[in-house]
């Protein structure tokens, strides 16, 4: 079977296109250096947009995937550059090492802190380049985990740390493959699918390149979704749980278990997740400057915001600086009632027994909408529920949301509001043609109903 396609294209001139790009991205791109970047990055999703419309026969999706594969080893010996996240990984992880629990102490205290000198001429090599010296980590327990693992194999070599990272990454990259393909089996669906997520270039570039963590938190929330889907209800709690301690936010997709569950299966699988969710609680220290990170994180924190943005400005320009102060929590509500209204339509309207992606898909774009940031990599998870709802939308703004990194560029800076809210309103353009419209070329593509 042959996909139709508009781009008679030979597969290897593609791969090798392909490959070229996103090696150069990996290896050349800098984050104060927009042009640069940007050039790379287009350059990368034409090659991809080519690849998801190109003639592919099933039995070779596999090489597609092979090429993705390909590229990440390749990128195995590049640095971070694009982030400096690293350095807090390391920097958590270091402190574990010692027998030191990340949440207990800022960066800033710690250096402050003589009883701590011992360690001051390690720490201090990375120091001066974290970003948010002063506030406590707000990496989860797997991810802690992950980072100790690495800085004891790695001491306080960052480029080494950073090497050992990657193949953890793709380890994960692994199980999000075999889960993936398995879930598309499942429900009928064309194996082609598979390809928005797994050769994004916003996915390799950030997960793979940058090392954020949402290449585990997608790792077992698939392995979750497709333990539920062949009722293994206790391994399916179990990934959800692990999913959790990868990343917080995966916890959204929690109600739309219930659905497909029985009255005494919910409870076990609730049971397990709880579990699971004590683990993080008791690492954390409950004091307001153990939790302090995490309501920075949640409240305070601001780029790339759309809704949050808005209302701000809105708040400035009547001085309502009681409400200003609270558009984090407000909007966190907002999204929870959401949410919940929606479950609600799926369990009592639509009467759904099966996980149903769409909804899923829904919410995260209401978490990310409602959001006060929206870093590049936070769109990961909506490109891994791209492969089965919304693939035109997710893909499109995973082109569009690379432009915020004119932020770092010291000469380009002043045009990020601008750039914002361009981002926002073709988003939403997009999203109506996707759901008025459905792309025929897309459906052709991709042999969607």
Same mark, same amino acid.
């Given at each position: 079977?042959?996909?139709?396609?508009?781009?008679? $294209?030979?597969?290897?001139?593609?791969?090798?296109?392909?490959?070229?790009?996103?090696?150069?991205?990996?290896?050349?791109?800098?984050?104060?250096?927009?042009?640069?970047?940007?050039?790379?990055?287009?350059?990368?999703?034409?090659?991809?947009?080519?690849?998801?419309?190109?003639?592919?026969?099933? =039995?070779?999706?596999?090489?597609?995937?092979?090429?993705?594969?390909?590229?990440?080893?390749?990128?195995?010996?590049?640095?971070?550059?694009?982030?400096?996240?690293?350095?807090?990984?390391?920097?958590?992880?270091?402190?574990?090492?010692?027998?030191?629990?990340?949440?207990?102490?800022?960066?800033?205290?710690?250096?402050?802190?003589?009883?701590?000198?011992?360690?001051?001429?390690?720490?201090?090599?990375?120091?001066?380049?974290?970003?948010?010296?002063?506030?406590?980590?707000?990496?989860?327990?797997? @991810?802690?985990?992950?980072?100790?693992?690495?800085?004891?194999?790695?001491?306080?070599?960052?480029?080494?740390?950073?090497?050992?990272?990657?193949?953890? $990454?793709?380890?994960?990259?692994?199980?999000?493959?075999?889960?993936?393909?398995?879930?598309?089996?499942?429900?009928?669906?064309?194996?082609?699918?598979?390809?928005?997520?797994?050769?994004?270039?916003?996915?390799?570039?950030?997960?793979?390149?940058?090392?954020?963590?949402?290449?585990?938190?997608?790792?077992?929330?698939?392995?979750?979704?497709?333990?539920?889907?062949?009722?293994?209800?206790?391994?399916?709690?179990?990934?959800?749980?692990?999913?959790?301690? @990868?990343?917080?936010?995966?916890?959204?997709?929690?109600?739309?278990?219930?659905?497909?569950?029985?009255?005494?299966?919910?409870?076990?699988?609730?049971?397990?997740?709880?579990?699971?969710?004590?683990?993080?609680?008791?690492? $954390?220290?409950?004091?307001?400057?153990?939790?302090?990170?995490?309501?920075?994180?949640?409240?305070?924190?601001?780029?790339?915001?759309?809704?949050?943005?808005?209302?701000?400005?809105?708040?400035?320009?009547?001085?309502?600086?009681?409400?200003?102060?609270?558009?984090?929590?407000?909007?966190?509500?907002?999204?929870?009632?959401?949410?919940?209204?929606?479950?609600?339509?799926?369990?009592?309207?639509?009467? =759904?027994?099966?996980?149903?992606?769409?909804?899923?898909?829904?919410?995260?774009?209401?978490?990310?909408?409602?959001?006060?940031?929206?870093?590049?990599?936070?769109?990961?998870?909506?490109?891994?529920?791209?492969?089965?709802?919304?693939?035109?939308?997710?893909?499109?703004?995973?082109?569009?949301?690379?432009?915020?990194?004119?932020?770092?560029?010291?000469?380009?800076?002043?045009?990020?509001?601008?750039?914002?809210?361009?981002?926002?309103?073709?988003?939403?353009?997009?999203?109506?043609?996707?759901?008025?419209?459905?792309?025929? $070329?897309?459906?052709?593509?991709?042999?969607?109903?």
């Amino acid at each position: 079977m042959k996909l139709n396609s508009p781009f008679p $294209i030979h597969p290897t001139q593609l791969s090798i296109f392909f490959v070229l790009f996103m090696s150069a991205l990996q290896y050349c791109g800098q984050r104060e250096a927009f042009w640069t970047t940007a050039l790379l990055y287009l350059l990368s999703c034409l090659s991809y947009l080519l690849i998801l419309f190109s003639n592919t026969e099933v =039995e070779k999706i596999s090489r597609w995937i092979g090429i993705g594969f390909l590229i990440r080893i390749m990128g195995i010996f590049a640095f971070p550059y694009l982030s400096d996240d690293i350095y807090r990984f390391w920097w958590d992880g270091f402190l574990i090492t010692k027998g030191i629990n990340p949440f207990s102490y800022t960066p800033t205290e710690l250096m402050q802190m003589e009883q701590m000198s011992s360690l001051h001429k390690d720490l201090g090599l990375h120091y001066s380049k974290l970003n948010s010296p002063n506030y406590h980590s707000v990496y989860p327990p797997l @991810a802690q985990f992950v980072f100790s693992f690495s800085a004891r194999l790695a001491g306080a070599n960052i480029y080494i740390f950073s090497i050992i990272l990657k193949l953890v $990454i793709l380890l994960a990259d692994l199980i999000i493959v075999f889960s993936a393909k398995k879930i598309l089996s499942i429900l009928s669906k064309h194996p082609k699918m598979l390809l928005i997520y797994f050769l994004n270039p916003l996915v390799i570039m950030e997960l793979n390149g940058n090392l954020h963590f949402e290449s585990w938190m997608i790792a077992f929330m698939g392995l979750s979704i497709l333990y539920l889907q062949q009722q293994k209800t206790i391994l399916s709690a179990a990934t959800l749980g692990m999913s959790f301690l @990868a990343k917080m936010i995966s916890l959204i997709t929690f109600p739309w278990y219930l659905l497909t569950l029985r009255k005494k299966k919910s409870m076990t699988f609730s049971a397990i997740l709880i579990t699971f969710i004590s683990l993080f609680l008791l690492m $954390i220290p409950w004091s307001k400057e153990g939790i302090s990170g995490f309501q920075l994180y949640f409240q305070k924190f601001e780029f790339n915001s759309s809704i949050y943005k808005l209302l701000q400005l809105f708040a400035e320009e009547n001085k309502w600086w009681k409400f200003k102060e609270n558009i984090g929590f407000i909007l966190a509500i907002i999204s929870l009632m959401t949410i919940l209204t929606l479950w609600l339509y799926d369990l009592l309207v639509e009467r =759904e027994t099966k996980y149903k992606f769409q909804s899923v898909w829904y919410i995260w774009m209401v978490y990310l909408l409602m959001g006060s940031t929206v870093h590049p990599w936070y769109l990961t998870p909506i490109l891994f529920l791209a492969v089965f709802s919304h693939p035109l939308t997710s893909i499109a703004w995973s082109f569009m949301i690379v432009g915020t990194y004119i932020h770092y560029d010291p000469d380009l800076k002043h045009l990020f509001s601008g750039f914002v809210v361009l981002e926002y309103f073709f988003l939403f353009v997009i999203f109506i043609i996707e759901i008025k419209y459905k792309p025929q $070329i897309f459906k052709n593509a991709f042999s969607l109903k």
